[in-house]
């Protein structure tokens, strides 16, 4: 059984289109992620969600909206594709964001990538 | 803010070998170290973490980590490198009371092990 999984696994599409990215956890962790990993491999965060809220928002255009109907899933939306955002992108999960010392929740868990490429 | 340097981009090292692969860190206060393995088509995967406690900590694969305070370094080791471990490798930094799980990792450094 996948930990996390996300689909589609490819997405090739044109610029100007809309497409979703679904992310689904079955480990019941509290906080899931989206990541890109752009073409030279390094990988930054976009969004992170603990229960269904919104608590880190990078700097990441509002074409971008994640939406996590539960906890156990975050999609991504995207409007508008450009070429630039062609790229892997990474959804991840792990148990509540510790805080302070002792807390070392921090162990993620990724789900194998979708690949995005906008012609 | 946090930023985490991996200075190689890529390690060649013959099978039977010692493996190392560079991280240095840079961060407000005390930090949260980890290293990720990414291999061909799949997600990352968590190989150890420091928090607090012994500077060498020991993970999967055989892998450990050396953290080094004075140096702001914490780099992967393994003794004997096998084939199998030709991956991309991930160090990431998180700093002590940042809110979330907000990682910052650095630029990767892949690793080809030679039979």
């Known amino acids: 059984d996948t930990a996390v999984s996300q689909t589609p696994k490819y997405l090739v599409t044109q610029m100007g289109n809309d497409k979703s990215i679904k992310c689904e956890q079955n480990?019941?962790?509290?906080?899931m992620y989206w990541y890109k990993q752009d073409s030279k491999k390094f990988l930054k965060i976009m969004f992170s969600?603990?229960?269904?809220?919104?608590?880190i928002n990078e700097t990441v255009p509002n074409r971008f909206s994640p939406k996590s109907p539960d906890k156990a899933h975050l999609n991504l939306h995207i409007n508008s594709l450009e070429l630039g955002d062609s790229a892997v992108y990474f959804c991840?999960?792990?148990?509540?964001?510790?805080?302070?010392?002792?807390?070392?929740?921090?162990?993620?868990?990724f789900g194998s990538g979708t690949q995005l490429s906008v012609l | 803010a946090q930023s985490v340097a991996q200075p190689e981009d890529q390690v060649n090292v013959a099978e039977g070998n010692p493996l190392t692969v560079k991280c240095t860190y840079s961060?407000?206060?005390?930090?949260?170290l980890f290293w990720y393995v990414q291999y061909p088509n799949r997600g990352l995967q968590f190989l150890l973490k420091?928090?607090?406690?012994?500077?060498l900590v020991k993970g999967s694969y055989g892998f450990e980590a050396e953290f080094n305070k004075s140096q702001t370094s914490f780099h992967l080791k393994k003794p004997s490198a096998l084939v199998s471990d030709s991956a991309l490798y991930f160090c990431?930094?998180?700093?002590?009371?940042?809110?979330?799980?907000?990682?910052?990792f650095g630029g990767g450094t892949r690793v080809l092990v030679k039979p």
């Open positions: 969600y603990n229960n269904k809220e919104l608590i």
């Open positions: 991840a999960s792990s148990p509540s964001p510790g805080q302070g010392a002792g807390q070392t929740n921090e162990k993620l868990f």
């Open positions: 420091y928090i607090t406690g012994d500077n």
């Open positions: 961060v407000s206060g005390n930090p949260y």
């Open positions: 990431a930094v998180r700093p002590l009371g940042a809110a979330g799980n907000k990682l910052t």
């Open positions: 480990l019941g962790h509290d906080t």
